[in-house]
């Protein structure tokens, strides 16, 4: 199995969920649908929303409620990075220009906002839609901006432990994994059992998710188009360098900590994190983390009933942790 056999079985749902957030995207303000065109066509992973339609699929019929949750899921996805580009300052994503960098801060904030609201009414409109579900994606909105307010701050502080750590990433990545899962169990019916479940999966797996994002950042001959050590001129003290700063005698991490916070000043101090971040095998036991992670996210999986939907979670999941892109 591949990822393009995963988007193959699932192709007529997709298309469904791009009809979705066609219609709901549409403007008569020509600037604003170039923008939307061009974030379309730039493709992505669609990974939330093929949780979502995965799930209800093992859990039952996917249906009309589905496609709008899923369409909600990648939508307020993608209204996360362009307010993330511009406060992060980024110039490219994957190797290609930034809607911030093209246009501006105004239009990245501005269409991302756009994107968000139409998430929001994607779900409003749908006749199955229920508090439940209007609660599930509004808290994850909270925990999103959470989540960047708390990664901010420990960048001022350089005090992120481990709990830290997984707190961000939870709420920056994890939630909306767990919306995307959640909604679909809803979408079908399932029981409130059923929704635990696939809750507490797609929780581990959006743990799993950023842990491999993480390790991009200091491993050099990644294809995900991002400079290595670009993390960490944010100050960001995320899983590869908390591993290697368990793993470093005291002087050496007070050291290097004091490099940390002198690296906005200096940006080719970065150079020694990278090389810290190897000298304390900080990728290897970042790796073994994430692999703990990815473990716990098939253990789970192993309750659903057997189907194609089923195999191909388990492909997913493996993929989240053996991807290079």
Aim: aromatic fraction near 8%; proline fraction near 3%; hydrophobic fraction near 45%.
């Amino acid at each position: 199995m591949t990822i393009e056999t995963v988007k193959e079985y699932l192709s007529k749902h997709l298309e469904a969920v791009k009809g979705v957030m066609d219609s709901s995207l549409e403007s008569d303000i020509p600037l604003l649908n170039g923008i939307n065109n061009r974030i379309m066509e730039s493709g992505g992973k669609h990974i939330r929303p093929m949780i979502c339609l995965l799930i209800a699929d093992s859990l039952g019929t996917v249906n009309r409620s589905t496609y709008n949750f899923a369409a909600a899921s990648e939508m307020l996805h993608n209204a996360t990075l362009l307010h993330d580009d511009v406060a992060d300052d980024s110039p490219s994503r994957r190797g290609k220009p930034t809607i911030y960098s093209l246009f501006g801060a105004a239009a990245s904030v501005l269409v991302g906002d756009f994107w968000l609201v139409k998430a929001m009414e994607a779900i409003l409109r749908d006749e199955e839609c229920s508090k439940e579900i209007l609660n599930l994606f509004a808290k994850t909105l909270s925990h999103l901006a959470e989540g960047e307010m708390l990664q901010m701050q420990k960048a001022e502080t350089l005090d992120t432990t481990f709990e830290d750590y997984l707190r961000i990433i939870f709420c920056k990545t994890a939630s909306l994994f767990e919306a995307s899962a959640k909604s679909g169990a809803i979408s079908v019916g399932a029981s409130a059992e059923a929704q635990n479940t696939v809750v507490e999966y797609a929780r581990y797996l959006g743990y799993a998710f950023q842990m491999k994002d993480d390790i991009f950042d200091y491993i050099p001959s990644s294809n995900v188009g991002k400079e290595v050590g670009v993390d960490i001129l944010e100050k960001k003290i995320t899983l590869p360098l908390i591993v290697a700063l368990n793993n470093a005698p005291e002087d050496d991490r007070t050291a290097i900590m004091d490099v940390i916070s002198r690296i906005d000043a200096k940006p080719a101090l970065r150079n020694r994190v990278v090389a810290f971040v190897e000298r304390y095998e900080g990728v290897p036991g970042a790796c073994k983390v994430l692999e703990e992670y990815i473990v716990k996210a098939l253990s789970i999986l192993e309750s659903l009933p057997s189907s194609m939907a089923k195999e191909s979670l388990i492909f997913l999941t493996k993929y989240v942790g053996d991807r290079t892109v």
